[in-house]
């Protein structure tokens, strides 16, 4: 019933979008936030200790849940997925930020587009350059489409029931929280929480990379993976960035091919994205199929 629950979170996300950022996502924060401010001591093995009872905190219950809903009515556990769908996808989300920001640009109203990237990224922006606003807004739209859907997909396909929806961004806030978006003297503690993160979404990356060349530019997207991906964004970016960069066709900062990216290639990433969820749906079809079989 995975390909039902996906469609039906999709609907109700494009009939009523969420408003603003996602309650499920900023509660994953404030877990973050609450277990650093408990145990962290500023040591490696406090930031392993406090990964485990936040990954423990969280998933036991939601597998408990999961297997007693279950119990009662496969349909009760379907409406619980669809929640869990619906509070953490943002692929729509990501399509109407790129749209707003293309049409901003396409009118000439720079400031506009700036300021749809800025709330977008959550941090502000003052750039008056129309090119530097389209690289920033596709290298986060690869980003986004990436963590934000297609990798919490991934992991909603392998692990049963919610799981892997509450394990990847749980995962992804923790690796953020704790190590990038903290003082170098401080890292020590999210040490942990980054390499956890890095083997989580060692195959999402790969599985992204790879549909980006299926739903773009096949043979750049390859060579752009393989020759780049170290180059210019961080290692757990690297691929997703790079094939996404050349499956468009542009260039984004040191990686991809072509030329650099405008409001022509922010249209075109909106179009890869739907085409990439397209064909996640056609995997969890064919999932569901060999389950029926």
């Given at each position: ?12 996300q ?10 499920l ?53 379907w409406?619980?997925?669809v ?27 720079v400031?506009?587009a ?27 739209g ?63 990356q ?17 060579y ?20 996404g ?8 900062g040191e ?12 249209a ?8 990439v969820?397209?064909v ?8 569901a ?5």
């Open positions: 019933m995975s390909i039902l629950a996906l469609l039906a979170a999709l609907l109700a494009h009939a009523r979008p969420p408003g603003g950022r996602q309650p996502l900023a509660f994953y924060g404030r877990m973050c936030l609450s277990a650093a401010k408990r145990l962290n001591a500023g040591d490696r093995n406090s930031g392993i200790l406090a990964w485990l009872a936040l990954m423990g905190a969280l998933l036991v219950p939601v597998a408990l849940l999961s297997a007693l809903l279950a119990a009662i009515h496969p349909v009760v556990l409406t619980l997925e929640a869990f769908l619906y509070g953490t996808l943002r692929f729509f989300s990501t399509t109407r930020s790129l749209g707003a920001i293309e049409r901003a640009l396409r009118t000439g109203d400031a506009a700036a300021s749809h990237l800025g709330l977008w990224r959550a941090e502000p922006l003052e750039s008056d350059d129309p090119a530097a606003i389209a690289r920033q807004a596709a290298e986060h690869l980003r986004e489409g990436h963590q934000g859907t297609f990798a919490p997909l991934f992991w909603y396909l392998v692990l049963p029931g919610p799981l892997g929806l509450v394990l990847y961004p749980l995962a992804l806030r923790a690796a953020l929280s704790w190590e990038h978006f903290v003082e170098p003297e401080e890292r020590d503690f999210g040490w942990f929480a980054a390499r956890a993160f890095h083997v989580i979404d060692w195959i999402p790969r599985v992204s990379g790879f549909i980006f060349a299926v739903a773009g530019n096949f043979e750049d997207a390859l752009c993976w393989r020759a780049q991906a170290s180059q210019g964004a961080p290692a757990e970016e690297g691929i997703v960035v790079a094939s960069a050349g499956a468009l066709g542009v260039r984004l990686v991809g091919s072509g030329e650099a990216p405008g409001e022509d290639a922010l075109s990433l909106e179009g890869m994205l739907w085409r969820l397209v996640w749906l056609i995997v969890f079809l064919l999932a199929a060999l389950q029926v079989g």
